[in-house]
């Protein structure tokens, strides 16, 4: 993943039996932060993880955004592991 800074963006989530998540993010640390949020949630509130049985899912759970999203990345198509990132417009001021 490439957590140089950019632009304004925020990382989306949404399934079927939830109202959708957003976090936005500016700074690669901020970026780093939201998808840990959204790998934790996934992780601790749907249980998304539980047969994985890997060192990436440990660093994960360690706090590597790195790890976490790989794992994201990987499983994204998956039932109720949809997300986004959309980077947003910058306003003419």
Same mark, same amino acid.
């Given at each position: 993943?490439?957590?140089?800074a950019?632009? @304004?963006?925020?990382?989306?989530?949404?399934?079927?039996?939830?109202?959708?998540?957003?976090? @936005?993010?500016?700074? @690669?640390?901020e970026?780093?932060?939201a998808?840990?949020?959204?790998?934790?949630?996934l992780?601790t509130?749907?249980?998304a993880?539980?047969?994985?049985?890997?060192?990436?899912?440990?660093?994960?759970?360690?706090?590597s955004?790195?790890?976490?999203?790989?794992?994201?990345?990987?499983?994204?198509?998956?039932?109720?592991?949809?997300?986004?990132?959309?980077?947003l417009?910058?306003?003419?001021?």
């Open positions: 993943m490439n957590w140089t950019g632009e @304004p963006s925020v990382l989306i989530y949404t399934n079927r039996k939830i109202d959708m998540m957003v976090w @936005p993010f500016t700074t @690669p640390e970026r780093r932060a998808v840990l949020a959204l790998f934790t949630y992780d509130e749907w249980e993880y539980s047969e994985l049985h890997d060192a990436r899912l440990d660093r994960a759970r360690a706090g955004a790195d790890a976490a999203y790989y794992i994201l990345r990987e499983r994204r198509d998956y039932e109720y592991e949809t997300w986004q990132i959309i980077a417009e910058k306003t003419r001021g």
